[in-house]
């Protein structure tokens, strides 16, 4: 049985589980979900294994056959993916988790983690004939697609918080993205997107996080990754860094979709969310047991990225953690930044500030005992520290030429 690039069959509401086309432009269900892609998993394992992967590019675009792109015309792509698994033992040995492994995202194009979903969003987008990409943003996020829909030749429409990190705003401004700052949160700058896209319609293709099924495809390679090189078996935790928690998401359908292929031994493992003390819808909704959560007021962190009052995804998130019997964890602003300190001079890993919120996460569920130490814990860094400038505090001293080192 000869399979084609792609296995997608259709997408199905992720609440109703309603079935819709996959080859139109969608947004989300009637009744207001998000839409996820589904493939024949039977033919995939039917005529693909593990070991037919090995000689194919180390980018995410290995796993085409679990990816929504019909036709190898229209992938696009920067080289994303296959970031490596770090060990950061000295750290982990310090906070009692010596079995502590990071994956840095910092490394992909654009230098977040937001390329995966860019990547594939913007390859289907391109293949169902979008003109242009629309979307509301913290940052990084619309910074990658801006940059994958200058490579597609789309146009791109961005609208950040006006206080999102400044190299993102370059970053959109230099790939040509018609560029709007919002006094306000992500959802301000998402009230702004829709009002584009409804006066110019059919121009643009809302790709606002899960308003449109693809961008979760990517982002889910970073499981699909993980996988893969552990030797096709998962670790005992996964800790994410939870804004709109597409990554997490992604990450336990990959998981998923592998049982199913049989690819994946041993068991699930316990995924972790982490946010900030400051924007903490999620864990809020964990601590009460409850499916969705309850928008956060007046949110601010130095975490920008999960700076996210209400995910739309929230429930899919929950019902990822309550599956495998995780954990949401909310951190603070100073201990988040000082654990990226002490990890950077532990181990040489420096990690944005998301990507740091991991890190005090593990060190708090060591300290409530939920870890015991012998673990094997993959955090996810989702970007590189360089991206946040303005979190570095370094005031040296000036020395004169004549001056000896003290």
């Known amino acids: 049985m000869t399979l084609p690039f792609s ?91 010596p079995g502590l492994v990071m994956k840095d995202e910092g490394l992909i194009p654009t ?11 913007v390859a289907r987008a391109l293949e169902l004939g979008a003109r242009g990409i629309a979307m509301p943003t913290n940052g990084n996020a619309g910074a990658a697609w801006a940059t994958y829909a200058a490579r597609a030749g789309l146009e791109a429409l961005i609208a950040m918080p006006a206080d999102a990190p400044s190299i993102t705003r ?37 790709a606002a996080t899960l308003k449109e099924p693809y961008r979760i495809e990517g982002k889910k390679t970073m499981g699909l990754e993980i996988a893969e090189q552990l030797g096709w078996r998962a670790p005992d935790v996964i800790v994410y860094p939870t804004g709109g928690g597409v990554g997490l998401i992604g990450i336990h359908k990959a998981l998923l979709e592998l049982r199913a292929l ?25 601590e009460k047991g409850e499916r969705t959560s309850e928008p956060w007021q007046d949110a601010r962190t130095v975490a920008f990225g999960i700076t996210v009052p209400k ?53 708090v569920l060591r300290e409530q005992g939920w870890l015991s130490g012998d673990e094997e814990v993959v955090v996810l860094n989702t970007g590189a520290a360089a991206k946040y400038p303005e979190t570095f505090r370094v005031d040296p001293p000036i020395l004169e030429l004549t001056d000896r080192i003290p």
């Open 7 to 97: 296995a997608l069959t259709h997408l199905e509401c992720a609440r109703c589980g309603r079935r819709h086309d996959a080859d139109r432009v969608q947004n989300l269900c009637a009744c207001g979900s998000p839409l996820l892609a589904r493939y024949d998993l039977d033919r995939v394992r039917d005529s693909l294994t593990p070991a037919d992967l090995a000689d194919r590019p180390q980018t995410l675009w290995r796993y085409h056959e679990l990816l929504p792109v019909r036709d190898p015309a229209h992938v696009v792509t920067l080289g994303e993916g296959m970031t490596p698994l770090v060990p950061l033992p000295r750290y982990g040995a310090s906070i009692g988790v």
């Open 111 to 121: 230098g977040s983690f937001k390329a995966r979903g860019a990547a594939v969003g």
């Open 170 to 206: 370059a970053e959109c401004a230099a790939a040509g993205a018609g560029l709007y700052l919002v006094n306000g949160l992500i959802g301000d700058a998402g009230r702004l997107v829709a009002e584009k896209i409804a006066a110019e319609p059919g121009v643009w293709m809302d």
């Open 262 to 286: 049989g690819w994946l031994r041993g068991p699930m493992p316990r995924l972790v969310s982490v946010q900030a003390s400051g924007c903490a819808p999620i864990v809020r909704a964990f």
């Open 311 to 363: 995910a739309l995804g929230d429930f899919l998130v929950l019902d990822a953690l309550y599956e495998t019997g995780g954990r949401a964890v909310a951190v603070d602003d100073e201990e988040l930044l000082a654990d990226r300190d002490r990890c950077a001079a532990a181990d040489g890993a420096l990690l944005c500030p998301e990507g740091a919120a991991t890190l005090s996460a593990v060190r």
